[in-house]
Each structure stands twice: as structure tokens, then as C-alpha cells.
């Protein structure tokens, strides 16, 4: 059973823009000054944002965006996010300088076992950017990126896992870029079974069918849930997934889970 989170190291404070940058189609990496956020931050865990101003209540709800970088010597984390909606193009208009209401860090991230060496990353569309908080963390283990989206206009920061010397195995469903078909099939094609865990965040069918892979394989994985959160503190019981030990908040039991405990036909 997951451990609950610590409120003590939630904080909520007016982060400064330091960059909000177009990195793909209606997609953006938005860099914010938070230095007490960013020493609480852990990679898997997400932040809060207000896209408005408070007082307007206009968006009501705050924005979860999961934390893509950690920049603890300077106070800095990066978010990647895609305007989907109202709040997010309220997000891609802001400029350098400006301020965000930002709560956080939310939620369990990514705790790594210890003989956990070799790690395989599989990352599905906006899914990915948790995936390289976690290799950017762990310089001492051994990861390899699978990372699947639509098309090769949608992969992002490819150039930021080159950086990181980490191997990344490419998917489009169209076959613009690297292997045709889902990201699972590739992993299933390639991956082996030399590896000692493997963490994921994507789109719930991608998830499901890395799930029942990786139990045929008999290994262990970590993922990260995506779900639609109002409150993100665990009150509202709006994101709540069905596990072995009953039904779970994504938000703050989560969102990382260990992918056996899940159920995932329902």
C-alpha cells in the first residue's frame, strides 16, 4: 500500500516565469523560479498551477503539470505542457517575469530500488517529461527510452536525452519517425528481458498493454497515471483508480503505482 504524502512539504507560492517556450505543435517548456517547491521536488511528482489571476477565480481550477526538470542548486523546475484547453492557452500566453500560483510538489513520484541498475523508460506522447525528470535525477543508472507519439512533429526534447547520453527507441503511429505502430510493440520487439524495471507514463491503453507484457516477462514496473484532477489534494475523490487495495487517489496516492497492483481491466 502506498504510503501517504507529506503535507508538511507542500508549499504554495507566486512562482516567477523564467522562460515559456514553444518546444512542438502547441507545446510549451515553461521554466518557474520556486526555489522551496523545487527542494521538496522528487521526479514523478507534480505541481499546481493557477493559469489566472486568483481573485478573478477565472479559470476556478488549478492546472496539475508534472515536473519534466529539477534544478535544485538554482530553485528551478521545468513543466512541459500542451494547450488543450482554456487554462493551458492561458499558460502559453504568459511571458518572462511574470507570476503563477503555484502549489506543490503533489503526490508519490518515482522511488527507485535499490538493485534496480538497468532501467527501460516507456513514455507515450505529453507522458514523457516525468520520465526524464527521473534519468535526469539518477545519473548512476543505466535507463534506455522508448518513447512513442503520432507523429515525429510530436516528439520533444529529443535532443535533451542526447545530452543525458540515454538511447532512445522511437514509435509513430504513422511512421514518420522510427518504428511504425505503438511504442509497446516496439518494446516488445526489442526490449529483451535483461533489464531489472521499467517506468512508464502515457495514455491509459498504452499502460495497460505494457502492464500485461511485463507481467508475461515476470518483471516489476513503476507507472505513472494520467487522470483528470479537480481538487489534486485528495478531497474531491475525482481521480480515484481501482488497485488491489481498493480504490486509490491518483493525486496523492499516486500518481507513480507499481504497475502489479493496478487493475486494469476495469
Given at each position: 500500500m502506498r504510503a501517504q504524502q507529506d503535507h508538511e512539504r507542500l508549499?504554495?507560492?507566486?512562482?516567477?516565469?523564467?522562460?515559456?517556450?514553444?518546444?512542438?505543435?502547441?507545446?510549451?517548456?515553461?521554466?518557474?523560479?520556486?526555489p522551496e517547491?523545487?527542494?521538496?521536488?522528487?521526479?514523478?511528482?507534480?505541481v499546481e498551477i493557477l493559469p489566472g489571476a486568483k481573485a478573478a477565480m477565472d479559470p476556478l481550477l488549478r492546472r496539475p503539470i508534472s515536473i519534466c526538470a529539477i534544478d535544485k542548486e538554482n530553485g528551478r523546475i521545468d513543466l512541459v505542457y500542451r494547450e488543450v484547453g482554456r487554462g493551458t492557452r492561458m499558460l502559453g500566453e504568459k511571458?518572462?517575469?511574470e507570476k503563477l500560483d503555484v502549489f506543490g510538489p503533489?503526490?508519490?513520484?518515482?522511488?527507485?530500488?535499490?538493485?534496480?541498475?538497468?532501467?527501460?523508460?516507456?513514455?507515450?506522447g505529453i507522458g514523457m517529461p516525468p520520465l526524464y525528470a527521473l534519468a535526469?535525477?539518477?545519473p548512476e543508472r543505466e535507463f534506455v527510452l522508448y518513447y512513442g507519439a503520432r507523429n515525429q512533429q510530436e516528439l520533444i526534447m529529443l535532443e535533451d536525452w542526447a545530452l543525458l547520453?540515454?538511447?532512445?527507441?522511437?514509435?509513430?503511429?504513422?511512421?514518420?519517425?522510427?518504428f511504425k505502430g505503438r511504442v509497446t510493440d516496439l518494446f516488445l520487439k526489442e526490449a529483451g528481458t535483461a533489464y531489472h524495471l521499467c517506468c512508464a507514463c502515457g495514455p491509459r491503453p498504452m499502460l495497460t498493454a505494457l502492464a500485461g507484457i511485463l507481467q508475461q516477462q515476470g518483471k516489476k514496473g513503476l507507472f505513472s497515471l494520467e487522470a483528470?484532477?479537480?481538487?489534486?489534494v485528495g478531497a474531491c475523490l475525482g481521480?480515484?483508480?481501482?488497485?488491489?487495495?481498493?480504490?486509490?487517489?491518483?493525486c496523492v496516492d499516486g500518481p507513480v503505482f507499481p504497475a502489479e497492483e493496478v487493475i486494469w481491466d476495469e
Open positions: 508549499y504554495q507560492t507566486m512562482a516567477i516565469i523564467v522562460a515559456n517556450i514553444p518546444i512542438g505543435p502547441g507545446t510549451y517548456r515553461l521554466t518557474l523560479l520556486a517547491i523545487t527542494a521538496a521536488a522528487r521526479p514523478g511528482q507534480f511571458q518572462t517575469g503533489v503526490g508519490n513520484g518515482f522511488v527507485l530500488p535499490d538493485e534496480a541498475r538497468k532501467i527501460l523508460l516507456v513514455a507515450g535526469q535525477s539518477h547520453k540515454i538511447p532512445v527507441k522511437i514509435a509513430t503511429d504513422d511512421g514518420s519517425s522510427g483528470r484532477m479537480a481538487c489534486g481521480c480515484v483508480c481501482s488497485t488491489k487495495h481498493g480504490y486509490q487517489r491518483v
